[in-house]
């Protein structure tokens, strides 16, 4: 595939299916966006409204409007930003809450940092579209409080979640998958990301320190001499469990160069992009003949899950391409042609709208689990389009 096709398909698909099928999920009775699809593509009306969903919609549209410089996303980009000032921040304790009901009114309360993180991502880059101030300084205060309640200053990083009042909880777990544990790979992947991007428009000293800092702790704590990422720490970074997750794998390697970059420290850079390669060297045992990327490794049972999921495939995309652009890596360039061949073919829902949240290992499309809701969001597709149109233009 020639590059002028591939950036004319992936800017299709987000123009003519994901952003406008997020527009449909806007509420219009109780304001932001509706907090579910099921698989089927029935909407649920009265299901609860997620901070991550809202914050993501949030990012995305505001970084269409910048990147496509088409005022016209600055809607539903608005509306995300509206309704999470309103809404999901804690007037009393600060930082944003987990979940809301349909109507607004908080179900769950504690401060899970991955959370503190994307409402950061979106609001930041809203200012990046925009502009608005009262977005980047809601941005900046959910820094200074993750920085004051969260941050282990003995041993470096950020506990995974506090209560409402940011005091310790006994399940700090970010879902039912995880291991109830202090620290995980997947809520420092998802601090950093922030971080750079409030750093572009707020390059504050403290701020690049810290990014530097989470930095150093993957390349030290959280990479694995195999070139893989452990997914479960405590709080001394002791490493448990033994599953690797390709799609994290991947993500990581392109998200920490971006960091690097963003650092504007060359040593950083030159250190960083050895550790780049290894990250998406190792990630590429997860790629299967068909050009998906399977979805995790259990090391303890030598069992593969070979569903494709559709975030995983996302992150392939933009991680092999970041490795070509940067390294010309043109087997890397192939393998990320490869898997969005993969998401034409059987990932994109031609009927409804938007992608199927998996393919299951045998074929068959997962119907079961939501088009959108609390986890489906349009972050990963969209930024996947996103990155990969501008760095083509």
């Known amino acids: 595939m020639d590059l002028d096709r591939f950036k004319q398909e992936l800017t299709d698909e987000l123009h003519n299916d994901v952003l406008p099928f997020w527009e449909r999920m806007a509420d219009p009775e109780h304001g932001g966006f509706y907090g579910r699809m099921d698989g089927r593509g029935e909407l649920h009306p009265e299901a609860p409204k997620g901070v991550v969903l809202n914050a993501r919609i949030l990012w995305t549209f505001s970084a269409a409007c910048r990147v496509s410089g088409n005022g016209e996303y600055l809607a539903a980009a608005a509306r995300a930003r509206d309704y999470l000032l309103e809404h999901f921040i804690d007037r009393r304790y600060g930082g944003v809450y987990w979940l809301l009901d349909h109507r607004g009114a908080p179900m769950e309360t504690r401060k899970q940092m991955y959370a503190q993180g994307f409402a950061i991502y979106g609001l930041s880059e809203y200012h990046r579209a925009t502009g608005d101030g009262e977005a980047l300084d809601a941005a900046v205060g959910l820094f200074r409080l993750v920085e004051q309640h969260a941050r282990d200053a003995r041993n470096g990083g950020y506990t995974e979640a506090l209560d409402r009042a940011w005091q310790p909880l006994s399940d700090m777990r970010l879902s039912d998958r995880d291991a109830n544990l202090s620290k995980t790979m997947n809520t420092h992947l998802h601090i950093i990301e922030p971080y750079v991007n409030l750093y572009r428009v707020w390059p504050n000293e ?3 320190r810290r990014i530097r800092e989470l930095l150093a702790i993957f390349a030290e704590k959280i990479v694995g001499t195999d070139g893989h990422l452990g997914l479960f720490f405590d709080d ?11 799609g994290h794998d991947i993500e990581a390697s392109w998200l920490l160069h971006e960091a690097a970059f963003v650092s504007g420290d060359d040593e950083l850079l030159a250190s960083a992009e050895s550790l780049v390669k290894r990250i998406a060297a190792a990630a590429v ?13 259990d090391r303890a049972a030598g069992r593969t899950d070979l569903d494709r999921h559709w975030w995983v495939q996302a992150e392939t995309v933009a991680g092999y391409f970041n490795l070509w652009q940067h390294f010309g890596d043109t087997e890397a360039l192939q393998r990320a042609v490869g898997a969005w061949e993969y998401i034409k073919a059987h990932l994109i829902d031609r009927r409804r709208g938007e992608w199927f949240w998996s393919v299951r290992g045998d074929g068959s499309i997962n119907t079961t689990d939501d088009k959108a809701g609390p986890w489906k969001c349009p972050y990963h597709n969209g930024r996947m389009c996103l990155e990969i149109i501008d760095r083509l233009r």
């Open 206 to 208: 403290l701020l690049g």
């Open 285 to 297: 045992e997860g790629l299967q003949s068909d050009g998906g990327m399977a979805y995790e490794f």
């Open 236 to 246: 001394g970074w002791q490493r448990h469990g033994d599953t690797v997750s390709y």
